[in-house]
């Protein structure tokens, strides 16, 4: 009867721990452990060093992300320095305790990598939603399993059995190995080309040389391309016909042609309106309905953040065949006005200068274009007065600003003692309309004969 890698394994440790070699053994695991913390903890100490003295400081989710990353080089230093003491001590005596411990860290530094990539790609804020934790644990899972089946030997017979199982496709039948290779290799492409791009995206964006809407293209591009590639590789490495997808090139061009005009128009605006910069992020529009300081240019939609908070999703077909009204496009000068009535008594050329003053000190007021006051119309209850005001920073809203500046001239009027109608209206019954008015009157004459 022919013994099972399981046992085989069994059997070399009992024959190791009655060996005083096991003591070795034990030795170089501990100190390579011992020495690649002490290598982590002193690249972690001078890391931290350099971010505290660099100018600008270096923002949480950076430091964050080192961190991450420095957590996956202790078992990888680990996995290193075992191979090589592997390699030296396997001379003199049995290593097997040594070549367990290689793959144990090897696992643990995948785990860690895999964690650091994945929250790389979907927690770029510092996030970390429900269903992430739930796929890191999922990736960990299945990571300990394969490491458990080539501990044990049992990976060859494992994929023996997956070769064996033959699943019908159309007229081919593939493995169902085949079908699972092609799966993870297409997923570990996808995560990579995706991790690559948001790596790519956050170069682009620091380099300030560039224009916005330029980085927002050349990263959309970046990030498309890397994703096609990822998935042209994965199929080939799988032995699929990349000529087969000439078919679905086809199909899909029909499907564009017929049912998705709207997403096919919606994404090539995104890119005509990155090219020729007529916005980019920052930027205060209108259109439509819609208002608000432009935040993300995406491929299909361009989302709008309004001064009360709300986020706003207009795809960019509407910013492409639409007006848009850009408040910051070549001049960021916004002009500003309110209303005010005071009584006909007033002298305006009096309280001309005492307006614009009141206006002009408010400290979001452009000084450099002074405010300035006129007379709009003569009102059924007063003088109608306009005060016009620039502003430099619209995307910090405009209602903050009115009312500071409303404040200002209400505190004019009143200490200048200048008067502020509102409407007041005399009834006046000339005659008796009816005889149950006549009634009235005569009853009251009749009460106040005086």
Not at 55 to 80: K, N, Q
Not at 303 to 327: H, K, T
Request: hydrophobic content about 50%; overall charge neutral.
């Amino acid at each position: 009867m022919n013994e099972t890698p399981l046992l085989n394994l069994i059997t070399d440790f009992v024959d190791d721990f009655r060996q005083p070699a096991i003591l070795w053994q034990a030795l170089v695991i501990v100190s390579c452990l011992v020495l690649s913390w002490l290598m982590v903890r002193q690249l972690r100490s001078v890391l931290k060093q350099r971010a505290d003295t660099t100018t600008p400081p270096v923002s949480a989710v950076v430091r964050a992300r080192t961190e991450s990353f420095i957590r996956i080089l202790t078992p990888v230093l680990t996995a290193l320095l075992l191979g090589v003491s592997q390699h030296f001590l396997a001379k003199w005596q049995s290593v097997n305790l040594i070549s367990i411990a290689i793959p144990l860290c090897t696992s643990m530094a995948l785990v860690r990598f895999g964690f650091y990539v994945l929250r790389r790609i979907f927690a770029r804020h510092g996030e970390v939603s429900p269903t992430m934790h739930m796929l890191e644990k999922v990736f960990t899972i299945v990571v300990w399993l394969g490491m458990a089946l080539y501990i044990t030997g049992l990976w060859p017979e494992l994929h023996e059995f997956l070769e064996s199982v033959i699943v019908p496709l159309g007229r081919n039948k593939v493995s169902l190995a085949t079908i699972l290779q092609a799966a993870i290799s297409v997923a570990v492409l996808m995560v990579l080309a995706m991790w690559a791009g948001t790596a790519l995206d956050d170069r682009l964006m620091k380099m300030q040389g560039l224009h916005s809407s330029l980085r927002v293209v050349m990263s959309r591009m970046g990030r498309a391309v890397l994703v096609l590639v990822s998935v042209l590789v994965s199929l080939s490495l799988v032995g699929i016909d990349l000529t087969v997808l000439s078919v679905f090139g086809g199909a899909f061009g029909v499907a564009l042609g017929f049912g998705l005009q709207k997403i096919a128009a919606n994404f090539v605006s995104g890119f005509i309106i990155l090219l020729d910069r007529s916005l980019t992020i920052g930027d205060m529009i209108t259109v439509g309905a819609f208002s608000g300081k432009v935040t993300q240019i995406n491929t299909r939609y361009t989302v709008l953040l309004g001064g009360d908070g709300v986020e706003s999703i207009v795809p960019n077909e509407m910013l492409i065949s639409g007006g848009v009204q850009n408040m910051s496009l070549s001049n960021r000068m916004v002009w500003l006005s309110t209303t005010v009535s005071v009584g006909y008594e007033t002298d305006i050329d009096f309280i001309f200068p005492l307006l614009e003053q009141a206006a002009a000190s408010v400290p979001r007021v452009v000084q450099s274009k002074p405010p300035s006051a006129t007379l709009v119309r003569f009102g059924a209850d007063g003088l109608d007065l306009q005060i016009g005001f620039w502003i430099a920073d619209p995307e910090n809203g405009t209602g903050g600003v009115k009312s500071n500046v409303n404040r200002a001239i209400w505190r004019t009027l009143q200490e200048h003692k200048v008067t502020v109608p509102f409407p007041q209206r005399e009834l006046r019954i000339v005659g008796a309309a009816s005889p149950a008015l006549a009634a009235v009157a005569d009853s009251d004459q009749a009460a106040n004969p005086a």
